[in-house]
């Protein structure tokens, strides 16, 4: 069994930070790609960042420049570090993960998620 936690969520005002972290744990032998997504109320869930286990990011245009995706790969943490928050940043955030299992299987997981609510 694999599990991704979330946590960092929260009410932050507008021009606030938030730092969010996933840590995955169970039945691993690596981990590929990270990232994070969110969803807001009445829309679809779209990316906002993600890293491969080499380092390399990709963010969404929305959030360039005010986002930061990092990760400890020793500890199979991934990070996003939100700065300049804007109310349309307000979503439930979750945090996916490409995980190798101890046996060989690479398995697309989700964590339950994490709201961030930014105010005006």
């Known amino acids: 069994q694999v599990q991704l936690v979330e946590s960092g969520g929260g009410l932050v005002q507008a021009g606030g930070s938030l730092r969010l972290s996933c840590a995955a744990s169970?039945?691993?032998?690596?981990?590929?790609?990270m990232g994070w997504y969110r969803q807001a109320p009445g829309k679809e869930r779209e990316l906002v960042a993600t890293i491969t286990s080499g380092g390399s990011t990709n963010y969404a245009d929305a959030v360039k420049g005010r986002f930061t995706i990092s990760r400890h790969n020793a500890k199979n943490t991934v990070y996003l570090q939100m700065n300049t928050l804007k109310p349309e940043d307000t979503a439930v955030y979750y945090c996916?993960?490409?995980?190798?299992?101890?046996?060989?299987?690479?398995?697309?997981?989700w964590g339950k998620g994490t709201l961030v609510t930014v105010s005006s």
């Open positions: 169970g039945s691993i032998r690596s981990v590929n790609a």
């Open positions: 996916n993960a490409e995980i190798v299992t101890i046996s060989y299987f690479a398995v697309n997981y």
